[in-house]
């Protein structure tokens, strides 16, 4: 009996360490990820403040700084840096109706300095509301300008129709509105 306590003992000791080993791993797996995809959104914030297409943030070196800010600052600091409210989706259109052959999410989310997924739901809010679309390049533009060209083909196609019918001869048909009845009697 104590052999196979001992034997059980000596099991569970080593399917601890394994899982310890197994857990460590993942860690260092994780941390590594974690510091590539910190490492390329810092490049990405840095590489925003010196593309020339996009406007001058009005306080670089509070966007700067906010780079090498501690990520378990308190609450009262990340709500300082979030949006206020109301102005996200007016502003999200607002770049969008500038883009003329549309924008993607990347391009939108750094012309606001908003935060990607914050972009992506807000898009998906305002494509909801028929606000905005995507164009056949998969770029989104503001609903009005797809609206806008579907009209004016619309107009385009009545024009053509109504010109060829002028240019017909009239028909030598009678003329009144009356039904076929009327006209007999």
């Known amino acids: 009996m104590t052999d196979i306590k001992e034997l059980m003992l000596l099991t569970q000791t080593s399917i601890n360490a394994a899982i310890e080993e197994a857990f460590k791993i993942g860690f260092e797996a994780g941390k590594k990820a974690g510091e590539r995809e910190a490492a390329q959104g810092f490049k990405s914030r840095l590489a925003s403040f010196f593309d020339e297409d996009l406007p001058v943030a009005p306080s670089a070196s509070t966007e700067i700084n906010s780079l090498f800010s501690n990520s378990d600052d308190n609450a009262e600091t990340r709500d300082a840096e979030r949006a206020t409210p109301g102005t996200v989706k007016p502003a999200i259109l607002a770049v969008v109706a500038k883009a003329n052959h549309g924008i993607s999410t990347k391009d939108i989310a750094r012309a606001t300095k908003f935060k990607y997924n914050s972009v992506r739901g807000t898009l998906w809010t305002l494509h909801k509301e028929h606000a905005i679309e995507k164009n056949e390049n998969g770029r989104w533009v503001a609903a009005s300008a797809i609206h806008k060209e579907a009209k004016q083909a619309?107009?385009?196609?009545?024009e053509a129709a109504r010109s060829a019918v002028k240019?017909?001869?009239?028909?030598?048909?009678?003329?009144?509105?009356?039904?076929?009845?009327?006209?007999?009697a």
């Open 154 to 158: 619309e107009l385009d196609e009545y």
């Open 167 to 184: 240019d017909q001869p009239p028909s030598g048909g009678n003329e009144n509105s009356g039904s076929n009845e009327e006209t007999a």
